[in-house]
């Protein structure tokens, strides 16, 4: 094992057999134990500086799971604690009302993982520390807070800490339709909205979670994190003094391009040169919502940039910086060529607008809540952003070629899996993987534990369906739930091999257009054709990384199991509970365009306008006849896209071109046309830095510090942003804004560019 391209790795091996045994002092030892002992050794001869800076390279993707990350495990180690119900149960209430309350406000925010596991950590740590631990209270306090304990509230509470898909449908039905559902149905919404997809997982997990090959790259710099923290000998250890150190410096640097200095969220010498010129803005700008695609601007806030540079393998970046390239060109060319009148409209915007350039009053379309053909002849036709309809087709070119690109390049991974529902198939499907042999150690999750879970969704869903009154037709929602089980294992494969994770928005736009298709004229059942294809999706997506970062960390399956049907329990419960709450007592707020400095129901009318313009205009905009009929036709068009890939390959096999990916190229072709976009340039170069100068010309350094650097300066931006958002944004009810000066001007864009138009 001198050489890193022969390190064991029981992917590899073809022998099929995890029964095949050898003799070893008298002992059957099976083949996968001894390969899996193999790696032991490599990884700590890697560990102690043993090993030559070529064992260290990482050639290819899969190999960070073997060389970054230890495979270290201790059974005895409890895993469900009197301190992990605690702190589980607490972080995950403390992350769902969280969660909530950023719903309905005018800052919208996410709650972070890193955040909570930072947080989580400390209390552990100091309920180890001051708990009683002898006698009768040793069961609260059985020692040192230990690795098991942490990833098992981290996914508890990360489960928790979102504002789940099915409470923006029945915000809605609140705000805007007078239907109010009673708690019982809105909470079992919520919960059988989600298991949905812990159903779907289970039935993926042994394709997407065991193989070596299914890495899941944006857990490893988590696990990572968790290993070094629990695994390294504290302030001793270099890992750790690291992390703190990096966590300490963005602690303090965020203050000034957050607060102090916005101009170093985007500095562009266009727009500080010419601050009056709209397209210098439109091409040259981005530094503030919806301004402009920000070329050759730099970004210096960390909190706009993120990590996901530092651990997305290089050909993921680099098929992601070509669709950036194309979206320059795209989006300039639509633009000033007036396709679609695109003129008349806002350079970027995600609104609907009527002839005139006004937005259109899409509620004066309905009548109880469905289209009125007699009011859309009063209104007239409506129409989008040139550039939003161009993410819309991009969106679903991307979508069609995942179908091609993922069952060519894949199939022998999905061949196994489908084949395992064949009761007549005899075929075992085997796993090589040294992180998956050390979890034989634990009681493994049964299939039809998944199985009766995926029935009692599927069984909640079509009773809260019918009694909520949503429109969507028993066989319709049946539809979009296969359809979302197949789009699941697409994208999760995706997900798994290379990271690709741009697939949320695009998913929610097509399911609002299968359904738009499935039962045209009725904005509700739109909206819940949307939550049962996209949530359950993304929720399935989610349970198979955690059950990754379980098996990295040696979570026993079924604590992994049940730490996620508890967060989701308790995120339903008060997800609910803080909804009704806010809604109560801030309605009228909430219904204004404008909301208050301290609540805003611009979320719930976003996802309100969406099911209105799918499920009320689709004919009319996206038919045959429609000024938008190319964006449906997009998804047949991209089926084919992939293919010239493929027959490159088949003709230049040794040329690399099964490193390109048709369907995430295509995703990211208008990738700039929402949001704020100053922070691509420099995660195009950091990314380049990190994961191909470093990790090819630095090894050593890369496979031991890369990750940890990476949550080091997640984890000091998101902690510092969580208290500034309450401390001086405006989150707790008042902002305190910074003395305006040159760096902080109110009248411009924060990169000193014109001010956006809409």
């Keep these: 094992m001198a050489e890193v391209n022969t390190m064991p790795t029981l992917d590899d091996k073809q022998s099929a057999s995890s029964a095949s045994l050898e003799k070893k002092d008298g002992v059957a030892v099976s083949e996968d134990a001894i390969v899996a002992k193999e790696v032991e050794e490599f990884e700590e001869r890697l560990e102690k500086d043993q090993a030559p800076d070529e064992d260290y390279l990482i050639r290819e993707p899969w190999e960070v799971a073997l060389k970054v990350l230890s495979n270290r495990d201790d059974p005895e180690l409890p895993s469900v604690t009197f301190r992990t119900i605690i702190l589980g149960l607490g972080f995950s209430a403390f992350g769902a009302v969280l969660a909530q309350i950023y719903y309905f406000k005018p800052q919208t925010l996410l709650v972070s993982t890193l955040f909570l596991l930072v947080l989580s950590y400390w209390f552990g740590n100091a309920m180890a520390m001051f708990l009683p631990s002898h006698g009768l209270f040793r069961f609260i306090n059985p020692g040192p807070f230990n690795i098991k304990e942490h990833v098992a509230i981290i996914i508890m509470s990360s489960t928790a800490a979102v504002s789940a898909t099915a409470i923006q449908v029945i915000s809605v039905q609140d705000l ?31 394709m997407l979670v065991k193989p070596t090959k299914c890495f899941w790259p944006t857990k490893i710099s988590t696990a990572n994190l968790f290993q070094a923290l629990h695994y390294d000998n504290q302030m001793t250890s270099k890992r750790v003094r690291l992390f703190w150190t990096v966590f300490l410096v963005m602690f303090v640097w965020e203050i000034i391009p957050q607060w102090i200095f916005p101009l170093l969220t985007g500095v562009s010498i266009f727009c500080l040169a010419n601050n009056h010129n709209k397209v210098f803005r439109n091409i040259f700008g981005g530094a503030s919502n919806n ?70 009053n899409q509620t004066a379309l309905l009548t109880d809540g469905k289209f009125d ?55 075992v499907q085997v796993v090589h993987d040294p992180h998956w042999e050390k979890m034989k150690a634990y009681k493994q999750i049964p299939r039809w534990w998944y199985f009766v879970l995926l029935a009692a969704a599927y069984a909640i869903a079509q009773a809260t369906n019918y009694t909520g009154h949503s429109g969507l037709p028993w066989w319709a929602l049946t539809v979009i739930l296969i359809i979302s089980l197949i789009m ?172 390109f990916s048709t369907p995430i190229i295509l995703q990211y072709s208008c990738f700039l046309s929402v949001g704020i976009n100053t922070s691509v340039n420099p995660s195009m170069a950091i990314g380049i830095f990190s994961q191909w100068w470093v990790r090819t010309r630095y090894p050593r350094w890369f496979t031991k510090y890369n990750y940890i650097v990476a949550a080091g300066l997640d984890g000091g931006t998101q902690v510092i942003s969580f208290i500034l958002n309450f401390a001086v944004f405006g989150a707790s009810g008042t902002a305190h804004n910074f003395p305006e000066w040159w760096g902080n001007d109110f009248s411009l864009s924060a990169d000193r560019c014109a001010a956006a138009d809409n």
């Design 291 to 360: 301004e402009g695609m920000g070329l050759l601007s730099w970004c210096f806030d960390w909190n706009l940039i993120g990590s996901d540079c530092m651990f997305d393998p290089i050909w993921l970046q680099i098929n992601q910086d070509i669709g950036i390239f194309l979206t320059y060109i795209l989006m300039a060319g639509v633009y000033y060529g007036n396709l679609w009148r695109a003129q008349d409209f806002p350079f970027m915007s995600q609104a609907i607008f009527a002839e005139d350039g006004s937005q259109y």
């Design 488 to 659: 699941s294992m697409l994208f999760a494969t995706l997900s798994a091999t290379i990271g690709f994770r741009e697939f949320n928005t695009s998913a929610n736009g097509f399911y609002q257009m299968i359904t738009a298709y499935l039962v045209p004229g009725n904005p509700i059942a739109n909206l819940y054709g949307a939550l049962y294809g996209q949530h359950p999706q993304g929720q399935c997506i989610a349970m198979l990384g955690d059950l990754k970062l379980g098996q990295y960390v040696k979570l026993p399956p079924r604590v992994t199991f049940w730490m996620q049907i508890g967060g989701t329990v308790v995120g339903a419960v008060l997800n609910y509970i803080m909804m009704v709450t806010i809604i109560n007592a801030n309605r009228e707020d909430l219904l204004s365009i404008s909301g208050t400095r301290l609540w805003s129901g611009q979320n719930a009318q976003s996802f309100n306008t969406n099911g209105i313009s799918w499920g009320g205009l689709a004919p009319q905009m996206f038919g045959a006849h429609g000024v938008y009929h190319m964006v449906p036709i997009c998804l047949a068009i991209g089926v084919f896209l992939p293919l010239p890939f493929m027959a490159a390959w088949y003709i230049w096999p040794k040329a690399g071109f099964e490193n």
């Design 176 to 206: 805007y339709y007078d239907n109010q559902l009673n708690a019982g149905l809105a909470i079992f919404t919520l919960i059988g909205s989600q298991l949905l997809g812990y159903g779907y997982a289970g039935l993926l997990q042994d």
């Design 373 to 427: 053909p007699v009011k859309y002849e009063q209104l007239g036709p409506a129409f989008f952003s040139a550039t939003n309809a161009l993410y819309f087709m991009t969106s679903n070119l991307s979508l069609g070629a995942t179908f091609t690109h993922v069952f060519f390049w894949h199939w022998q991974d999905i061949k196994p899996f489908l084949k395992s529902f064949n009761p007549w198939n005899k075929e």
